[in-house]
């Protein structure tokens, strides 16, 4: 398992370094840590959202996104992206709203209309898994499929059992986020989430649903599946079927493809 690296003050000093208060409008954005994730441009690009790039690559070029370059802070790259996921309330300190895209995913609708559609008055909002609805059942197959060492999970499982967390209790995708980010139950929640990662797994979506039901925080869903709505196309990762091609296999299939995306 990699070292953490969670000294508060390094930390502190890492957010300061990449912090953007040129931004008052709603910003989309995305990280891309250990050139692991190919950046997607947009064709129907919104001009009333800023969109932002945060990424290890010097070599990453976009005519959409706004690239900011920065080193790792971790020895691990994917949990230096996770910064930038869970403190967009200290990333962009003048913007109210914010959506995470995960760069596994592509924009394919228009931005407006997805605002407009499901935003309203909701502090945060996630798509629900496609699969799943329960952190045990998660946790099962992240340890099946090898995707953090099986004492780990194992250990977060069990303190959240003790805890008196419920079985089928919802299961977010972590891969779109929407915020108010600056509202003080959600800025609270994602500094719990962050405690969460650096305690037990880094796979974010046993935690996320723990922490929610912990704060007493009612979770958003949008409507519309995450792999069957207009605004977002799943591709994880490159050599895998679309999300769109996928929609038309069996489920046993499906469950299958997914969970080696996921």
Known sequence: METRNTDNKLLDSFITSVRDSSISQRVVYTAIFGNIDVLKEVDNKDLSVSYRCF????????????????????????????????????????????????????????????????????????????????????????????????????????????????????????GIIFRKHHRQEISKLMEDWWVQINKYSIRDQLSLNFVAWMNG????????????????EWGRPDYLPKASFLKGFSQKILTTWINIAG
Not at 222 to 232: A, P, V, W
């Open 55 to 174: 990424t290890d690559n010097r070599n990453l070029k976009s005519n959409t996104w706004k690239i900011t370059y920065c080193e790792d802070l971790f020895a691990y790259p994917r949990l230096t992206a996770k910064v930038f996921k869970l403190f967009p309330n200290l990333i962009f300190p003048n913007s109210e709203e914010s959506l995470w895209v995960d760069a596994t995913f592509s924009i394919t609708g228009n931005l407006t209309e997805f605002f407009d559609e499901y935003i309203k008055d909701k502090p945060i909002i996630f798509f629900r898994h496609p699969l799943r609805d329960c952190v045990y059942k998660e946790a099962k197959i992240c340890a099946l499929l090898g995707k953090d060492e099986d004492a780990i999970i194992k250990t977060q499982i069990n303190d959240y059992k003790a805890l008196g967390m419920p079985k089928k209790n919802g299961l977010v995708h972590g």
């Open 217 to 232: 925080i009612e979770l958003h869903y949008f409507t519309k599946r995450i792999l069957d709505n207009n605004f977002f």
